[in-house]
């Protein structure tokens, strides 16, 4: 799919602090996770970032301002915690690991606009929790989890506006992916039903700690509002997708009562593949299947 040119203009980079805080430094990081006796664990994705320029970088790419209103999912160590809570109103950081408590709650937890919340981001609605208002997410996102939480938040999330979000590359690929390439799917369905996005800049696997065997990315995602037939579309493609070597007037069997003539009230190629279609053109099949449903 396009995404068209990024919606906000590219910024340039400054070594110098922003807001009112400075990022962790890697020793830092490296003591404050030595003193919790804590080690990285693959079971949470853990891969901590340790290089404040690429934290000053995201910052930078989220636009914020003083009455921003930020969730961070992974806050770790607090080193992107902390800058966010130099420049937003409210920060609220989300921490599944234990043994980072104390380490979270002794450091940027004292700060009088942070609120840290022990608990597991991935089993929580955040539109529930979250106050009032338009909400920016920024983090650092667990690997093993990250994929399925921007998903759920873009669909179900709306408080929150804009996404800036560290992931793996493959990740990001699968996001912004546009019909016809090899990594387009249901990830990019959802994505161009409900956000304009792009990449912002990669980022090595040695600023991370430990580093990963892959190359990450930081997306920026701006929500837009959705068709009305987006929930219905998504489970379409799912269906459409997963067989995605069949034409579509035989991967919809499963799915839609008239396969046939619902492809043809929706103007498509019934010999398609899941990949040739676009997020617009599954949002048709939607629309067809109402319309035949309501005559």
Same mark, same amino acid.
């Given at each position: 799919?396009?995404?068209?040119?990024?919606?906000?203009?590219?910024?340039?980079?400054?070594?110098?602090?922003?807001?009112?805080?400075?990022?962790?430094?890697?020793?830092?990081?490296?003591?404050?996770?030595?003193?919790?006796?804590?080690?990285?664990?693959?079971?949470?994705?853990?891969?901590f970032l340790i290089d404040p320029n690429i934290v000053r970088k995201m910052v930078?790419?989220?636009?914020?301002?003083?009455?921003?209103?930020?969730?961070?999912?992974?806050?770790?160590?607090?080193?992107?915690?902390?800058?966010?809570?130099?420049?937003?109103?409210?920060?609220?950081?989300?921490?599944?690991?234990?043994?980072?408590?104390?380490?979270?709650?002794?450091?940027?937890?004292?700060?009088?606009?942070?609120?840290?919340?022990?608990?597991?981001?991935?089993?929580?609605?955040?539109?529930?929790v979250l106050g009032p208002g338009r909400w920016t997410l920024v983090s650092n996102?667990?690997?093993?989890?990250?994929?399925?939480?921007?998903?759920?938040?873009?669909?179900?999330?709306?408080?929150?506006?804009?996404?800036?979000?560290?992931?793996?590359?493959?990740?990001?690929?699968?996001?912004?992916?546009?019909?016809?390439?090899?990594?387009?799917?249901?990830?990019?369905?959802?994505?161009?039903?409900?956000?304009?996005?792009?990449?912002?800049?990669?980022?090595?696997?040695?600023?991370?700690?430990?580093?990963?065997?892959?190359?990450? /990315?930081?997306?920026? $995602?701006?929500?837009? %509002?959705?068709?009305?037939?987006?929930?219905? =579309?998504?489970?379409? @493609?799912? #269906? &459409?997708?997963?067989?995605?070597?069949?034409?579509?007037?035989?991967?919809?069997?499963?799915?839609?009562?008239?396969?046939?003539?619902?492809? /043809?009230?929706?103007? $498509?190629?019934?010999? %398609?593949?899941?990949?040739?279609?676009?997020? =617009?053109?599954?949002? @048709?099949? #939607? &629309?067809?299947?109402?319309?035949?449903?309501?005559?």
């Open positions: 799919m396009s995404h068209g040119s990024p919606p906000l203009p590219r910024l340039a980079y400054s070594v110098t602090p922003v807001g009112e805080s400075a990022p962790q430094t890697r020793s830092e990081i490296r003591e404050l996770l030595s003193g919790a006796n804590h080690y990285p664990s693959k079971h949470w994705g853990q891969n930078d790419v989220a636009v914020l301002n003083p009455s921003s209103h930020v969730v961070e999912i992974g806050a770790g160590t607090g080193t992107l915690t902390g800058v966010l809570a130099g420049i937003a109103e409210t920060v609220v950081a989300y921490e599944i690991d234990p043994s980072l408590e104390s380490v979270l709650t002794s450091g940027v937890g004292s700060l009088p606009n942070v609120e840290i919340r022990m608990a597991d981001a991935s089993e929580i609605d955040l539109d529930a996102l667990p690997y093993n989890v990250g994929t399925g939480i921007i998903l759920d938040a873009v669909r179900c999330a709306p408080r929150i506006g804009r996404f800036v979000v560290m992931v793996q590359k493959e990740v990001a690929d699968r996001l912004l992916a546009s019909p016809g390439s090899k990594t387009y799917g249901v990830p990019s369905v959802i994505a161009g039903l409900h956000v304009e996005g792009f990449v912002a800049f990669s980022v090595p696997p040695q600023v991370f700690e430990p580093p990963p065997s892959v190359e990450s /990315a930081v997306v920026v $995602l701006n929500r837009v %509002s959705a068709p009305a037939h987006a929930p219905r =579309a998504i489970e379409i @493609a799912a #269906a &459409a997708f997963g067989q995605r070597r069949k034409m579509i007037r035989g991967s919809l069997k499963s799915v839609l009562p008239d396969p046939a003539s619902i492809v /043809a009230s929706a103007s $498509l190629d019934p010999t %398609s593949r899941a990949e040739d279609l676009s997020p =617009a053109d599954f949002v @048709a099949l #939607a &629309a067809a299947e109402a319309g035949a449903g309501a005559v």
